[in-house]
């Protein structure tokens, strides 16, 4: 990983879906299809090939008509010809036809008919050969009536068009059409798949992909990198079911010697004269200075002759020079042992300012020492000491830079040659003496040295006096001390410790020898004949000042901490106390959270609509009213409790033009008033609540017959389901960032006082952008007490597999019973949708569960999701985290990617107790391959020698790789069954660990 990848989707066009098509009539001068029965056998006319014409629109179609309805037992069958799917995984069909209202045949309209059947038959090898025709080869794709309508006199011309979807696996399929008993004209027949057209983005370019051979199915394509790119991270994008490309991620940069062209998506040659040093989006840059770049393509500029880079120079800075050698060298003596070498700057410093220099003298030993030390140093002055005295030393000053290295010259320098003087063997000082002693504090001093420059009474000609001490047995690690005068006050020294004394001065000539030692003892506090009443009265000040000192301190701490408190509850008492109940105190003051909760502002609080006593006031309070003209059902995508659920259109008012997708529940007609009322409870609930991961209620047909609930439209469907459909195609990252926004849904309801107690996979919505929302309202109750925040059901069904224990045992369910659904959710998601515990029966689910076992952690999950829902699954439900601690938990790693790369392992084996269901039933490798749906991989299996299920429950993901299964989706799905017989086998009978 390590990088950060930005999309640049600027001046980059996403082209739409696209049409391949694979039969199309409205092409075709003839047909001559396949039809039955047909010729002299044939007791009806059948199917008869002829020509639509339609001069206004500019048609002309060969077409096929039939219109046996004055006949009985009517079968007659048109094929179309093999059609072959190419790399198709969903072929559709586009019908354009006409059919004769059943009215215009008065005397046979018993046998009439107003449809006809669309049939496919799939096949692996296109043959001369007519395809069956017998009904039962044959799949029905449905039954096709006329949407537009249908015309009843010879001048009406109402053309209808119906499109139907099939998945395909095998080489081709033959449509068929069968007629019994209409009066049809097959007008115009394509066939298609769709596709995400070719498209380049993020310098990767993507192949033409077929869709998925489900709607929601999501088909994820790597790219390959365009040419002179290289990969960044591997380019994925993702073909939804309606053709169009959605969430790419990774890409390719640019080679060095290639710039991008962001709009044409290409890496162009950078010419020459120009360079680019690194892989990026950086463009190609001109030559440095005293550089040049003579053919194309180039990462560097190549310096001119005499000129040199440093390889830790960037690429972009000038070709330099070695500099010259250091001007005006000069020294200056300290004493006899020490001299200051000091110099200019060379005059030439070769375009760089980096210059360092280096001193060499040829008769200096070990035991000279240089200030500064390193051998290599950019100041102009050096001082050495450690000299000898009247020894000649020659100095050399050399100069260098960060190309210096690079020629095979040594430099330039300057040199010097020095001698040192004579020791001062007269400037010594004399008498050196003690004249005060106390506990940690002894006074010297001495008589200033004679010369006989100088007179012996004024000491001027003296530059500065060293005063050494140590103790008699530590001499090694002494102290001096420097002053100007003949007198020192030397402190802070060890009570009744005997210390030795020296002194030597410095003059104009340097320094002289130290003095003889003179040794003294210092005194002690008490009991000593140096320490008088002056000082034992100094010492009882000093402590009796401490006392006071501290004493005043703590008087004023109390006092400041009792004028806040009081302070504080004055405010409190002039607020309401939500107020107060929001303040905190730190270090001192009062302020506010610097963060507050997402539904704080939100003042909102959900009402139950069963404490209404009319069901309809509750409806007609939170819901819309629709009317059912601006309402259009397209197709019924499922089923629910209380009757179909369609997909279809919402026409928005007031105008009435703009139409968005909707969903529509519709009742079934007939139902009971309580099922009606059931029904209307659901959108009561749902209109009170507005939030961008809870499903949104447009509004409700409650006046006219069928009665609906309309809902925004989620393209992919149930969560559970988008997730198996394409389990191993999504990043880390996006499955986390799928469960803040359920987690935030969550938080809102909680925060408005609102337990779902059916928070599941299988109740949560995903848009066409990958957007989760809370669904699915039919067990949620309200929160009825304040103080414990829990509710009592009546009884009913619980879904076990996500309720918590005290909502199972106690039917106690709370926000803290939603969190742990949530775990629940968690697991499905990182497990794309398996099935929680498995096959296990709902008894062993709530036994496992008490017994302290918790499911283990799906394959590849971070770490820090996996604590998360083990976080979730805590049997105190007070342990538990809110939601709004889930969203922040989640914001985090969503901010810090790093956090998710740990993968979690299962510490322990998680075990069922010994009573648990058996999920090691299987006695072949064949069975347990069959039960997961992996038979596929049976041969694989066997090939590898792994033929008993003692084999196969050993099994990693690495030997699932050599064995060639390579698909991420099916390594899950077989790691998590091994993991499921794993715990079954482990069996421990005692407490388990979460």
Same mark, same amino acid.
């Given at each position: 990983m390590g990088h950060v990848f930005v999309l640049l989707l600027v001046g980059v066009s996403i082209a739409s879906a696209e049409q391949v098509v694979l039969l199309d009539t409205a092409t075709e001068p003839t047909l001559e299809w396949t039809r039955y029965p047909f010729g002299p056998a044939a007791n009806t006319p059948g199917w008869v090939e002829e020509s639509y014409t339609n001069f206004e629109k500019g048609i002309n179609w060969r077409s096929y008509v039939v219109c046996d309805v004055a006949y009985n037992n009517v079968n007659n069958w048109l094929w179309t010809p093999f059609v072959e799917r190419g790399i198709a995984n969903r072929i559709y069909i586009e019908i354009k036809f006409t059919i004769r209202d059943c009215s215009l045949f008065p005397g046979n309209a018993l046998s009439c008919k107003e449809t006809f059947s669309l049939l496919y038959y799939e096949f692996d090898a296109a043959t001369r050969e007519p395809p069956p025709w017998e009904p039962e080869s044959y799949k029905l794709i449905g039954r096709i009536a006329a949407g537009e309508g249908r015309f009843n006199t010879a001048s009406d011309n109402i053309i209808n068009t119906e499109t139907k979807s099939i998945p395909v696996n095998k080489k081709g399929v033959y449509f068929a059409f069968r007629d019994q008993g209409a009066?049809?004209?097959?007008?115009?027949?394509?066939?298609?798949?769709?596709?995400?057209?070719?498209?380049?983005?993020?310098?990767?370019?993507?192949?033409?992909?077929?869709?998925?051979?489900?709607? /929601?199915?999501?088909?994820?394509?790597?790219?390959?990198?365009?040419?002179?790119?290289?990969?960044?991270? /591997?380019?994925?994008?993702?073909?939804?079911?309606?053709?169009?490309?959605?969430? %790419? /991620?990774?890409?390719?940069?640019?080679?060095?010697?290639?710039? %991008?062209?962001?709009? +044409?998506?290409? =890496?162009?040659?950078?010419?020459?004269?120009?360079?680019?040093?690194?892989?990026?989006?950086?463009?190609?840059?001109?030559?440095?200075?005293?550089?040049?770049?003579?053919?194309?393509?180039? *990462?560097?500029?190549? =310096?001119?002759?005499?000129?040199?880079?440093?390889? +830790?120079?960037?690429?972009?800075?000038? =070709?330099?020079?070695?500099?010259?050698?250091?001007?005006?060298?000069?020294?200056?003596?300290?004493?006899?042992?020490?001299?200051?070498?000091?110099w200019n700057p060379p005059s030439f410093l070769g375009g760089r300012s980096d210059t360092v220099f280096r001193v060499e003298c040829d008769a200096c030993g070990p035991s000279v020492i240089y200030s500064p030390n390193s051998e290599i140093f950019n100041d102009t002055k050096i001082t050495i000491s450690g000299l000898s005295p009247v020894t000649t030393y020659r100095f050399q000053v050399f100069s260098a830079n960060g190309v210096s290295?690079?020629?095979?010259?040594?430099?330039?320098?300057?040199?010097?040659?020095?001698?040192? @003087?004579?020791?001062?063997?007269?400037?010594?000082?004399?008498?050196? &003496?003690?004249?005060?002693?106390?506990?940690?504090?002894?006074?010297?001093?001495?008589?200033?040295?004679? $010369?006989? @420059?100088?007179?012996?009474?004024?000491?001027?000609?003296?530059?500065?006096?060293?005063?050494?001490?140590?103790?008699?047995?530590?001499?090694?690690?002494?102290?001096?001390?420097?002053?100007?005068?003949?007198?020192?006050?030397?402190?802070?020294?060890?009570?009744?410790?005997?210390?030795?004394?020296?002194?030597?001065?410095?003059? $104009?000539?340097?320094?002289?020898?130290?003095?003889? $030692?003179?040794?003294?003892?210092?005194?002690?506090?008490?009991?000593?004949?140096?320490?008088?009443?002056?000082?034992?009265?100094?010492?009882?000040?000093? *402590?009796?000042?401490?006392?006071?000192?501290?004493?005043?301190?703590?008087?004023?701490?109390?006092?400041?901490?009792?004028?806040?408190?009081?302070?504080?509850?004055?405010?409190?008492? +002039?607020?309401?106390?939500?107020?107060?109940?929001?303040?905190?105190?730190?270090?001192?003051?009062?302020?506010?959270?610097?963060? $507050?909760?997402?539904?704080?502002?939100?003042? &909102?609080?959900?009402?139950?609509?069963?404490?209404? @006593?009319?069901?309809?006031?509750?409806?007609? @309070?939170?819901?819309?009213?629709?009317?059912?003209?601006?309402?259009?059902?397209?197709?019924?995508?499922?089923?629910?409790?209380?009757?179909?659920?369609?997909?279809?259109?919402?026409?928005?008012?007031?105008?009435?033009?703009?139409?968005?997708?909707?969903?529509?529940?519709?009742l079934k007609p007939g139902s009971a008033d309580k099922a009606r009322n059931d029904f209307l409870t659901e959108a009561s609930i749902m209109g009170q609540f507005e939030h961008p991961n809870v499903i949104f209620l447009q509004g409700v047909v409650t006046k006219s017959n069928p009665v609906m609930i309309i809902t925004e439209y989620m393209e992919n469907g149930s969560l559970d389901t988008f997730l198996r459909a394409n389990d191993g195609k999504f990043q880390v990252l996006q499955l986390v960032g799928m469960l803040r926004g359920i987690a935030s849904g969550m938080q809102y309801l909680s925060e408005m006082n609102y337990v779902h107690r059916d928070l599941a996979a299988r109740n949560v919505l995903v848009n066409a952008q990958l957007v989760c929302k809370i669904a699915d309202f039919g067990l949620s109750r309200e929160i009825e007490s304040t103080t414990e925040g829990a509710y009592t059901t009546r009884g009913g069904k619980i879904p076990v597999r996500w309720t918590a224990p005290e909502a199972i045992a106690f039917r106690k369910f709370t926000s803290a019973s939603d969190v742990w659904s949530f775990g629940i959710v968690c697991w499905e998601v990182m497990s794309y949708g398996e099935r929680p515990y498995w096959n296990w029966s709902n008894q062993d689910v709530i036994k496992s569960i008490e017994k302290g076992y918790r499911?283990? *952690?799906?394959?590849?999950?971070?770490?820090?999701?996996?604590?998360?829902?083990?976080?979730?699954?805590?049997?105190? &439900?007070?342990?538990?985290?809110?939601?709004?601690?889930?969203?922040?938990?989640?914001?985090?790693?969503?901010? =810090?990617?790093?956090?998710?790369?740990?993968?979690?392992?299962?510490?322990?084996?998680?075990?069922?107790?010994?009573?648990?269901?058996?999920? /090691?039933?299987?006695?072949?490798?064949?069975?347990?391959?069959?039960?997961?749906?992996?038979?596929?991989?049976?041969?694989?299996?066997?090939?590898?020698?792994?033929?008993?299920m003692e084999a196969v429950v050993q099994l990693t993901v690495q030997e699932l790789t050599a064995l060639g299964i390579t698909l991420v989706g099916h390594q899950k799905k077989i790691m998590n069954s091994v993991q499921a017989m794993r715990a079954q086998i482990s069996n421990l009978s005692e407490g388990f660990l979460v």
């Open positions: 009066c049809i004209s097959l007008l115009a027949i394509k066939v298609y798949y769709i596709t995400c057209p070719e498209v380049t983005i993020n310098f990767a370019h993507f192949p033409m992909t077929p869709t998925g051979r489900e709607v /929601t199915l999501i088909e994820q394509t790597t790219g390959t990198c365009v040419d002179n790119a290289e990969v960044i991270d /591997t380019p994925t994008y993702l073909c939804k079911g309606d053709g169009k490309w959605s969430l %790419p /991620t990774g890409g390719c940069k640019c080679k060095a010697g290639f710039e %991008p062209d962001f709009e +044409k998506q290409t =890496c162009n040659v950078c010419p020459p004269g120009k360079y680019k040093h690194a892989t990026g989006d950086e463009h190609c840059q001109p030559c440095p200075a005293h550089s040049k770049a003579s053919d194309y393509g180039l *990462a560097e500029c190549r =310096c001119n002759s005499g000129y040199y880079r440093s390889p +830790k120079d960037l690429k972009s800075m000038a =070709c330099t020079q070695p500099p010259s050698a250091p001007q005006n060298l000069t020294v200056n003596f300290v004493d006899q042992s020490t001299v200051i070498l000091s290295d690079m020629t095979n010259e040594a430099g330039d320098f300057v040199d010097i040659t020095v001698t040192t @003087e004579a020791s001062v063997m007269s400037a010594s000082v004399n008498n050196v &003496r003690v004249t005060s002693v106390k506990a940690a504090e002894i006074t010297l001093t001495w008589d200033p040295p004679f $010369t006989p @420059e100088a007179d012996m009474d004024s000491p001027d000609h003296v530059e500065i006096y060293e005063v050494r001490y140590f103790s008699r047995h530590d001499e090694i690690n002494a102290t001096s001390k420097m002053t100007k005068v003949n007198q020192i006050v030397i402190n802070s020294l060890r009570q009744r410790t005997e210390y030795g004394f020296q002194v030597r001065a410095k003059t $104009t000539h340097g320094w002289g020898d130290f003095s003889q $030692t003179v040794f003294k003892t210092t005194g002690q506090v008490l009991g000593t004949a140096y320490i008088g009443d002056e000082d034992n009265m100094q010492v009882r000040i000093i *402590a009796g000042a401490t006392v006071a000192v501290v004493v005043l301190l703590v008087i004023i701490i109390i006092m400041t901490v009792l004028f806040l408190r009081s302070r504080t509850n004055d405010e409190c008492n +002039k607020k309401q106390p939500s107020d107060c109940d929001t303040l905190e105190y730190r270090n001192g003051e009062v302020t506010t959270p610097l963060f $507050t909760q997402v539904g704080a502002a939100n003042s &909102r609080t959900y009402i139950d609509p069963h404490t209404y @006593e009319d069901p309809n006031q509750a409806v007609r @309070e939170f819901a819309r009213e629709i009317d059912a003209s601006y309402i259009t059902i397209e197709a019924i995508i499922g089923g629910g409790e209380f009757g179909d659920v369609c997909r279809g259109k919402l026409k928005l008012p007031p105008d009435g033009r703009t139409e968005i997708d909707v969903a529509i529940k519709t499911l283990p *952690a799906p394959m590849d999950c971070p770490e820090a999701i996996y604590q998360l829902m083990l976080d979730s699954w805590q049997k105190e &439900r007070t342990h538990r985290p809110s939601f709004a601690s889930i969203v922040k938990t989640l914001d985090k790693l969503i901010r =810090c990617p790093d956090t998710l790369r740990k993968i979690a392992q299962n510490r322990t084996a998680n075990p069922l107790a010994p009573d648990a269901p058996d999920m /090691t039933q299987f006695t072949s490798v064949s069975d347990w391959l069959s039960s997961i749906k992996m038979t596929r991989y049976l041969e694989n299996f066997e090939r590898a020698g792994i033929t008993s």
